[in-house]
């Protein structure tokens, strides 16, 4: 298993870009999510699905779009780059079939620098 | 909002236990207990959960208090390769929050 992967893993975009960040798993987990890391904090959720068609909003989603029409991939759509969506991005899964499994696994991270 | 507290830093020394506090006097009765670490940059990496009683995997041990309002993380032999940042994390359902977590340091 490759477990959680994500592409890039490093880009930098003009303000007004946009970009998609792409995650896959193979784990088949039901639960995916996205996260941001500023400097020195900790991970932020900005949106997570609990499966394919479903999606709903973390603690920071302005800015960001998600769709998951499959299992394995939640791709993180940025609409109109600005410099405070400099960050890192980690997407996660887990097989939340019950409330003591929230395990989550996370992927390596895409480092984002919008100037 | 952030539901835990913790020291944003540790020191141990190399081959001794490292123990870990973290405050959730806030916890509900069903809200489970996570702990993850995150080495450098890397992707955060599970370590142990619990709900009210004590739990032990291979990589550490988890004690809960009996009010369930705080918890410890021990990491039985700390290594140098244990150096990173220890979140805890309360469990409100779909979410979790990561709060600054606890900066610990591994001293040879």
């Known amino acids: 298993n490759a477990g959680v992967t994500q592409t890039p893993k490093f880009r930098i975009l003009k303000i007004g870009q946009s970009m998609t960040l792409q995650c896959t798993q193979d784990?088949?987990?039901?639960?995916m999510y996205w996260y941001r890391q500023d400097p020195g904090m900790g991970l932020k959720l900005i949106y997570y699905?609990?499966?394919?068609?479903?999606?709903d909003k973390g603690e920071v989603p302005n800015g960001y779009n998600v769709s998951r029409s499959t299992t394995e991939d939640f791709p993180l759509r940025l609409e109109l780059a600005a410099p405070s969506q400099t960050s890192v991005y980690f997407c996660?899964?887990?097989?939340?079939?019950?409330?003591?499994?929230?395990?989550?696994?996370f992927g390596p991270g895409t480092r984002l620098t919008v100037t | 909002d952030a539901k835990t507290t913790q020291p944003p830093s540790m020191d141990c020394a190399e081959g001794r236990a490292a123990n870990l506090p973290c405050n959730h006097s806030?916890?509900?009765?069903?809200?489970?207990v996570y702990w993850y670490r995150q080495i450098h940059s890397q992707g955060p990496q599970y370590i142990i959960h619990?709900?009210?009683n004590n739990e032990t995997n291979e990589m550490a041990s988890l004690i809960i208090t009996e009010d369930r309002k705080s918890s410890t993380l021990i990491l039985p032999h700390a290594t140098l390769r244990d150096t990173a940042v220890y979140y805890c994390?309360?469990?409100?359902?779909?979410?979790?929050?990561f709060g600054t977590g606890t900066s610990l340091t591994v001293i040879p």
């Open positions: 996660a899964s887990s097989n939340a079939w019950d409330r003591s499994s929230y395990e989550q696994y």
């Open positions: 784990m088949n987990h039901n639960y």
């Open positions: 699905s609990v499966g394919a068609g479903i999606t």
């Open positions: 806030t916890i509900s009765g069903n809200e489970y």
């Open positions: 619990g709900l009210k």
């Open positions: 994390i309360v469990d409100t359902g779909n979410q979790f929050y």
